[in-house]
């Protein structure tokens, strides 16, 4: 029953993720004059999700000239008291909201110590200041024996 929840979850997660996806591009495509967010940032982020914690140190590369964008963060995740540090390589696709703002959705692959998963990932990100990027996302790992989680941080645009 409980493999049962978290499979369920997890449709439910990509399921949000896919219907928040086609409203944005939906009212991205009546203003293509914005945007977005451009430039490359680095920075640090928060991430927990069902009895997990961890500190990332996240990156975004702008792939000029297309709306993509190749994320990547290495992660120190602490669960139930065990330390593990996870690289997180991913490809976005960017869609502009608003000017000096995004939100985006990708895949990517989590690997370390043994361990890797694909996951799929959506956030936003908007410049709050000048060169000072707030961003948030959601990992929805491809196993089932990991669970979603959110991340929030601050990132520097360069």
Do not use: W
């Not at 997990?52 to 120190?76: A, C, F, W």
């Not at 959506?122 to 996302?137: K, L, P, R, S, W």
């Amino acid at each position: 029953m409980r493999q049962f929840l978290k499979s369920a979850a997890k449709v439910s997660a990509v399921s949000a993720i896919a219907c928040a996806l086609t409203f944005v591009s939906t009212l991205s495509a009546n203003a293509q004059s914005k945007k977005g967010l451009e430039g490359h940032y680095v920075g640090g982020s928060f991430q927990t999700g069902n009895g997990v914690t961890g500190i990332n140190v996240y990156g975004r590369y702008d792939v000029r000239q297309l709306p993509i964008s190749v994320r990547g963060g290495v992660s120190v995740i602490d669960s139930n008291n065990d330390t593990t540090t996870f690289f997180q390589p991913a490809v976005t696709y960017d869609l502009p909201i608003s000017n000096k703002a995004n939100a985006y959705a990708g895949a990517g692959l989590a690997f370390g110590e043994g361990d890797s998963t694909a996951f799929l990932n959506a956030g936003a990100e908007t410049e709050i200041a000048t060169n000072v990027v707030v961003f948030g996302d959601l990992i929805v790992p491809l196993d089932d024996d990991a669970d979603a989680g959110f991340g929030v941080g601050l990132g520097y645009r360069f």
